[in-house]
């Protein structure tokens, strides 16, 4: 998240960034929905399930000489059965998602983490890649997962993230639910919706999220532009905000909204079993703003991805 002596308003791009005036719903302005872990537990007080070790609750692993955050919590259906794995947006925390994991949480065994520059992990040490930040995930999936299929649902930032990792990942991740997930071309729909010449607000909202792209970021990530990678057949949703809330941005707003909705189709050419659908009544948050339609879309993808282990067994 990006501030400068004030809150900042969101521009969905990739993280919260700043939009001086612009009017776009912040992150601020969602983090009263914000709560402890799903888990409810101390990060001391973390257990270990006796059907394998899995860990639940809320504490810190190591993973690769890091200490990375992580919480766990939910309805274990045991051996076969899907693991919901949620990966939150840039600037955000697992704490932001606790009422999307608690819920969810009903039908699944639900973990969410913290990256390395978020919430309570550790921060990157140097540079970050979807590599690099591919491993750390990797390691929190042994931990939280173990031989268990995996459902990736990554809102924004963590929706890129999620979306890159799946397709080199195809053994584990058997589902992703991308909820508002940065551009697959983020630079380049900025950069085309907004001219370099342009001042004001929309010339600091480039400017900003040009930055954010390169790795000025709290993880340090580098979000380069890239082709979509088939995940196969997996079940894929992809659900984009309703509410046109980026064309609040003066004189480039609209072309900014085109934009984003061709970013998400993009993102349907990573399965030949992806579903598109909108959040109507939602701006960035869809699952704060418009939960049910977030729940919807990954009980879709697990019972799918059930399905199938129950046929493949």
């Not at 590599?131 to 268990?148: F, H, P, Q």
């Not at 909820?179 to 607000?201: F, H, K, R, Y």
Request: with cysteine; glycine share 14%.
């Amino acid at each position: 998240m990006t501030r400068k002596g004030r809150a900042f308003s969101t521009v969905a791009l990739c993280c919260c960034t700043a939009a001086a005036g612009a009017g776009l719903v912040g992150c601020e302005g969602a983090s009263k929905a914000e709560g402890k872990p799903a888990a409810g537990h101390s990060a001391s007080s973390a257990e270990k399930r006796p059907d394998g070790g899995l860990l639940t609750g809320t504490r810190k692993i190591d993973v690769s000489g890091h200490s990375v955050h992580v919480s766990c919590s939910g309805r274990d259906e045991g051996p076969g059965a899907p693991v919901v794995v949620l990966l939150s947006g840039g600037g955000d925390h697992l704490g932001k998602m606790a009422a999307f994991q608690k819920t969810l949480g009903n039908k699944n065994r639900v973990c969410s983490y913290d990256r390395l520059g978020q919430g309570a992990s550790d921060k990157p040490s140097g540079p970050q890649t979807f590599e690099s930040t591919g491993e750390i995930l990797t390691g929190v999936l042994k931990r939280v997962a173990g031989d268990r299929p995996v459902v990736l649902a990554g809102h924004s930032l963590g929706g890129i993230i999620a979306a890159r990792y799946a397709p080199d990942h195809r053994d584990k991740v058997k589902g992703l639910v991308l909820l508002d997930a940065t551009s697959p071309t983020n630079t380049a729909d900025i950069a085309q919706a907004i001219p370099e010449s342009a001042g004001g607000e929309a010339g600091q909202l480039r400017e900003q999220n040009l930055a954010i792209f390169r790795g000025k970021n709290p993880e340090k990530l580098r979000i380069p532009d890239g082709k979509v990678r088939s995940a196969g057949d997996i079940p894929v949703e992809v659900v984009k905000h309703g509410k046109p809330y980026l064309a609040a941005v003066p004189e480039y707003g609209p072309a900014l909204e085109r934009s984003w909705t061709r970013g998400q189709h993009k993102w349907r050419a990573l399965s030949t079993e992806s579903r598109g659908s909108t959040a109507e009544h939602s701006g960035h948050y869809i699952y704060l703003e418009e939960p049910d339609v977030a729940v919807e879309a990954v009980h879709r993808v697990t019972a799918r991805v059930a399905d199938a282990e129950r046929s493949a067994g």
